[in-house]
């Protein structure tokens, strides 16, 4: 395959996350994206409304009795960008990684964001920035990875466009620069206005949101006419933003300082279209990436890919175990044996597969910001590199601030053996991290999680893949610091700390509260006590 084509299918892509808190509209934001794509032809089909939640994925039981996604799946979509003047033969190709959405979210959640090139950060009208969201900005931020603004459920009562923009300037020093503002308070939303053409930009509601809304395109006299106040609140305040300089510019946009924002319903399906021309027209195509020795691999090169989630036990009609991996270069062709870095063997890839929620599809061909998942990919796990000649191995996902901390032990002691089996494997899939120290000793090792969710995945799975009947007992920890050998001994004397070793070999001290970390910070300044990733 000539690099010229790979080059060309890169440029076309554009692979992001919509980071929210549960509850601001990602699901039906997700459906309302693959509806204006053309994907499903009403909405509803992806995301059950009234009650009729149906799954955009479900495994295991536990899922299905919550009505939750644990999963993390991709889901692709073509859209012809106006913005672009795009060829409707050729138009861009959308990859959504999706998150889990419920509030126990765990280090999968994370780890998404290792795999996507930009973030959506939905934000509820009335709710303004939330916990999860905030959170999940930082990851963003540590990464590099550029955020657009969308606040949603503009057709609900919420707060007015500047107080919702000080808000985040202010909590989150992102500065937001609107590309498009209501007309219309929020509970009152009529249309947009562009504030690069000055243009009004009107919205007819369909039944029940079903459909795409019909948009008029009117020029500002026709409109001051039409909205009256509404108009002229929306006119001042975008020029007030320009006064403070807050129109888009797309290098601060890309340094992660300023982020374009969006008003949207999500539920009436207005300011979708803008939202998917403001990610076409500036959210940046897929990169190349430096190897763990420094050397950059371009899009354009051989084939290179990272795992960044492994999943097991899905839903009995595939029961399995499925890497997803993000093609970082060159070209996937379905069958291709590809080598794994971390183990030196080969890869087959006979079963490729996009996966979202149940539905699959082969995947045959695939590019850089692609999302590809392997099945029965046992030796796999996130961060690992799969490449061809010549090697590349990419530097490994950081594992996240855990901030749940729990003991497990195996209840019956002739199972000894396969519990530890289970505890390795999970372990190595990144499920939860593993603690251990010398005093609890190898048969009641600490999990570590970012959401309490993850330790229901362990027990679960012991019991359905390894038959072993396991107990989780909450640990009275709330935060963990990365130390060293040296500090070991005298975290050791301290009240509520103690000190463990994780499977990476990383020394971790876990604190009971952070009040106790304070303290002990202050009266031993010699130690060696560094916040981990993401650490909220
Ligand atoms: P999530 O994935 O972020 O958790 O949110 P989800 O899409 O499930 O939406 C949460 C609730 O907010 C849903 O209502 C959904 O219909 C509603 N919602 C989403 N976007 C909008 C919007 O733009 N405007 C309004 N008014 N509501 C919106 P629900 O009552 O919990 O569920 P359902 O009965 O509608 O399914």
Redesign the pocket.
């Known amino acids: 395959m000539s690099s010229e084509v790979i080059g060309r299918e890169v440029k076309r892509r554009r692979t992001f996350a919509i980071i ?12 309302a994206l693959a509806l204006h794509a053309r994907m499903i032809s009403e909405a509803g089909a992806v ?7 149906s799954t955009v994925s479900d495994w295991m039981e536990m899922e299905k009795a919550r009505g939750i996604s644990v999963s993390s799946t991709a889901l692709q979509f073509k859209y012809a960008c106006e913005a672009t003047g795009d060829d409707k033969d050729f138009p861009h190709v959308i990859n959504l990684v999706d998150t889990p ?2 509030s126990d979210f765990s280090e999968d959640t994370y780890r998404v964001l290792t795999a996507v090139d930009a973030a959506v950060m ?1 934000i ?1 009208a009335a709710k303004g920035l939330e916990p999860q969201t905030l959170k999940l900005f930082q990851v963003c931020r540590h990464r590099g990875i550029p955020v657009i603004t969308v606040i ?5 009562p919420g707060q007015t466009p500047l107080e919702l923009i000080d808000e985040i300037s202010e909590r989150i020093g992102l500065i937001p620069t609107p590309m498009f503002l209501p007309v219309g308070i929020a509970g009152d939303f009529r249309g947009l206005l562009d504030r690069r053409t000055g243009d009004y930009v009107k919205f007819t509601r369909t039944a029940g949101g079903a459909k795409i809304a019909p948009e008029e395109l009117l020029d500002a006299d026709a409109t001051a006419q039409a909205e009256g106040d509404a108009w002229t609140a929306a006119a001042e305040e975008s020029e007030l933003l320009s006064e403070l300089g807050q129109d888009h510019d797309q290098e601060m946009f890309l340094a992660g300082q300023t982020s374009p924002m969006i008003f ?5 399906n ?1 300011g979708v279209r803008q939202l998917l021309e403001t990610l076409v027209e500036f959210a940046p195509p897929p990169r190349g990436r430096e190897s763990i020795d420094g050397v950059a691999r371009e899009v354009t090169d051989p084939f290179s890919a990272v795992v960044f989630k492994v999943q097991a036990g899905m839903d009995s009609s595939h029961r399995d175990r499925l890497a997803y991996m993000r093609i970082v270069s060159g070209e996937f062709e379905r069958g291709m044996v590809v080598n794994h870095a971390q183990t030196g063997k080969p890869f087959a890839t006979k079963y490729a597969q996009a996966v979202f929620g149940r539905d699959r599809a082969t995947v045959d061909t695939a590019y850089p910001g692609d999302v590809v998942g392997l099945v029965n990919a046992m030796t796999l796990a996130p961060g690992d590199t799969l490449y061809l000649d010549p090697k590349v191995q990419y530097p490994p996902i950081p594992s996240f601030a855990p901030e749940h901390f729990s003991s497990l032990r195996v209840t019956t002691a002739d199972k000894y053996k396969q519990f530890r089996k289970a505890i390795d494997q999970l372990d190595a899939e990144g499920v939860v991290q593993v603690l251990r120290n010398d005093i609890r000793g190898d048969a009641s090792p600490v999990l570590a999680a970012v959401g309490p969710m993850q330790f229901e995945v362990v027990t679960a799975r012991m019991k359905a893949e390894f038959n072993v009947d396991t107990i989780i007992e909450p640990l009275g920890y709330a935060l963990a610091r990365r130390t060293d050998e040296a500090s070991v001994a005298e975290l050791n004397r301290q009240r509520g700390v103690e000190v463990f070793t994780r499977s990476d070999g990383a020394i971790l001290a876990l604190f009971s509260d952070k009040w106790r970390l304070q303290y002990i910070e202050k009266e031993h300044k010699d130690l060696h006590l560094e916040p981990l990733v993401a650490a909220a």
């Not at 995301?47 to 939640?53: F, Q």
């Not at 949603?152 to 609900?156: M, Q, V």
């Not at 949207?264 to 009436?268: D, F, G, N």
């Open positions: 929210s808190h549960p509850d601001a509209g990602k699901s039906t934001m997700t459906e995301h059950g409304k009234g009650g009729r939640r959405g419920h939905l509820d949603n459920k503009w057709d609900r949207t319903s999500a539920m009436l207005f």
